[in-house]
């Protein structure tokens, strides 16, 4: 729109000065009479004509178009405005800036270790937060780089603080004496595998074995008599079966979250939250009041976006295997230790309920069955005169 203003010509006899406008070929763009005087928009310049002609009637400006007006509003609320930038670039400064680093760890060796790799890299305090995908490459180098002293590590973002958490690497203590004892199944299994380093071995590949069962025996035997008590060493390797249940919903909905974060101060005034920066498209939000106001709907919030993804999906007897395969394994995963492998995995039955879908999947694992009981205590004579009785 053009720049124009919207005036107020009040006197004696406004409908005289109109016609005195008129004949100085002043462009009038509406018009409007009341009460209180005759209502005019005029151009700008038309305006300093106006303004220039020695009158005793009294121009009032009501209001202004286009970049007039913008003019005027930020002349009017200048103070305001200035402010309001200053208000947001302190909240863009606190929520970018690391302003303390804590490294959790006992031994202030590695605390020093850690706070200057953390330096060296570009983590400081009062210097600016660096992204996710750089913090990750961050703990990589510095794990890379103290392989011999560090096993883990972990930045997390809380608020204008990084807290560190590290676990030294710990190393081989001298062994301890190992005292007598045998190596016997943990649970039921077929035994697919059996590594002994000390002790009889009393069991075969593909043998079935019960809980409790020895398969390395620490008691030594020459011929059929038992002459000494030794600490029984291995690992054994079994075949156990699992079977899990599953209730899949037919329309299933599920939000995970990613790991990746943002940290936001935001505003929310009038049940409006207003922040400077995106969030993610998924997310769950966590948010802490900072400051509030009894006299003002107004308050200052910290808050917390976390990634995530969002899955939305019918499933039918006919497509549910691939995703109910995934939830058992996940569930199986949580009883395994590292060494531990699914062999095989199969679907017993699968049928709806309700407004759901019950599914049972069998799982075939390779698991470590070694566990171990103590023959400190036991008595060679009597376990031989035992023996002997048996016969």
């Not at 007039?68 to 606190?94: N, Q």
């Not at 008590?229 to 209730?247: D, I, N, P, S």
């Not at 549910?320 to 569930?331: I, P, R, T, Y």
């Amino acid at each position: 729109m053009n720049n124009r203003y919207r005036i107020l010509i009040q006197g004696k006899n406004p409908r005289y000065f109109l016609s005195m406008l008129i004949h100085m070929h002043i462009s009038i763009y509406q018009k409007e009479e009341n009460s209180l005087g005759i209502i005019l928009v005029v151009n700008a310049s038309d305006y300093q004509k106006i303004m220039d002609i020695k009158t005793s009637y009294q121009i009032t400006v009501l209001n202004r178009y286009g970049l007039l007006k913008v003019k005027y509003l930020i002349h009017k609320y200048f103070i305001f405005l200035a402010g309001l930038f200053f208000f947001f670039g302190v909240l863009f400064f606190l929520s970018h800036v690391i302003f303390q680093i804590e490294v959790i760890h006992s031994n202030e060796e590695i605390q020093s270790i850690i706070y200057r790799d953390l330096e060296e890299f570009g983590i400081e305090e009062f210097h600016f937060k660096v992204s996710y995908e750089e913090k990750e490459e961050i703990v990589e180098k510095i794990l890379e780089k103290e392989t011999e002293r560090i096993e883990w590590l972990e930045i997390e973002e809380v608020g204008t603080k990084y807290i560190v958490r590290v676990e030294e690497r710990k190393k081989n203590k001298e062994e301890e004496v190992c005292q007598p004892q045998s190596i016997v199944a943990k649970k039921d299994a077929m035994i697919l595998e059996i590594h002994a380093e000390e002790g009889e071995v009393m069991k075969k590949r593909l043998d079935y074995v019960q809980k409790g069962d020895v398969i390395i025996s620490g008691l030594i035997y020459n011929k059929e008599e038992i002459v000494s008590k030794r600490c029984a060493k291995g690992q054994v390797f079994g075949e156990v079966w699992y079977q899990v249940t599953l209730e899949i919903p037919k329309h299933y909905h599920e939000e995970k979250v990613t790991g990746k974060k943002k940290h936001k101060v935001e505003v929310q005034f009038l049940g409006h939250t207003y922040h400077l920066f995106s969030h993610y498209d998924t997310y769950q939000k966590r948010s802490v009041s900072i400051l509030s106001s009894r006299l003002l709907p107004i308050q200052l919030l910290f808050s917390t976006y976390l990634e995530t993804d969002v899955v939305d999906q019918e499933y039918t007897l006919e497509n549910v295997d691939s995703f109910a395969f995934s939830l058992a394994e996940e569930k199986i995963h949580h009883k395994l230790s590292k060494q531990d492998e699914v062999i095989s995995k199969k679907i017993l039955k699968k049928y709806e309920k309700d407004s759901k879908i019950v599914v049972e999947v069998f799982f075939q694992v390779k698991e470590d069955i070694t566990d171990t009981v103590s023959i400190e205590n036991v008595d060679i004579v009597k376990e031989n005169e035992k023996n002997q009785e048996e016969e």
